[in-house]
């Protein structure tokens, strides 16, 4: 979906931070101009930076994305197996990184499936084609997005997974108008990112992560999608998962 870039808007109003510890900050609000782009307070455009180096060193960041200390990485599987994917299906991994989840999802989709692993970064798809061509994993495409589109067909995919991406998104809105384009009707938007809860996430991550869950669900249901019930999750602490669908 083409996405006018003629206009900002600026927010109606900033909210502050809810005050009590373990209270997420509240949801501010976004606007749209006749013919123009969202704007979203906060949204940083500098913070994938690191990711367009050309000196970007993969190894490291494989390190740093598929350790015991991540709790995705942890509990990889379990997220899979809640996704409800089946053979056939077409998924899409946007903002994959070192593609820790691709195996998992080619897995669960089949021969018969197909997975699109998106990024900005073209380091990191190099080194998922890698992973997939030494795997046998043939069901698998890449694709190199922009700050503003994953790069997705219209109506190709069954299921989009947005694995602790969300908060990097530099222009949430019009990504988010791509990703609808992208799902077929009742196709599924999964978004799991970080919780930002004064008094309870660490310092780097209140500075790190833009939106909390309350703002994350504002702003999908805002870009059309219906919100649907969380999934059991336990294993999660540090992080929650959403589930929409597109109408």
Request: hydrophobic fraction near 45%.
């Amino acid at each position: 979906m083409n996405v006018v870039s003629t206009a900002v808007v600026a927010l109606l109003g900033l909210f502050s931070a809810c005050a009590s510890a373990g209270t997420e900050p509240a949801t501010p609000q976004v606007t749209r101009a006749p013919g123009g782009p969202t704007a979203v307070e906060g949204a940083d455009p500098g913070v994938n930076a690191p990711f367009r180096d050309p000196a970007l060193d993969v190894n490291a960041w494989s390190s740093r994305f598929e350790g015991e200390s991540r709790e995705v990485y942890r509990a990889r599987e379990a997220i899979v197996a809640l996704l409800g994917l089946e053979p056939g299906m077409a998924v899409a991994d946007v903002g994959t990184g070192t593609g820790l989840f691709v195996k998992y999802l080619s897995d669960a989709v089949g021969p018969s499936g197909k997975v699109f692993a998106t990024d900005i970064s073209e380091k990191f798809l190099a080194h998922v084609r890698g992973r997939a061509a030494a795997a046998g994993l043939t069901n698998v495409e890449t694709r190199l997005g922009t700050t503003d589109s994953a790069e997705l067909g219209a109506a190709s995919v069954d299921l989009i997974f947005v694995c602790d991406v969300y908060h990097h998104f530099e222009a949430p809105m019009p990504m988010l108008e791509t990703l609808h384009s992208a799902l077929r009707p009742k196709g599924r938007l999964v978004i799991l990112d970080f919780h930002r809860i004064p008094g309870k996430t660490s310092e780097f991550l209140m500075n790190h992560v833009r939106a909390g869950r309350e703002t994350v669900i504002s702003e999908v249901e805002q870009a059309g999608f219906v919100r649907l019930p969380d999934p059991p999750a336990p294993f999660l602490e540090d992080n929650y998962i959403l589930v929409f669908e597109r109408p």
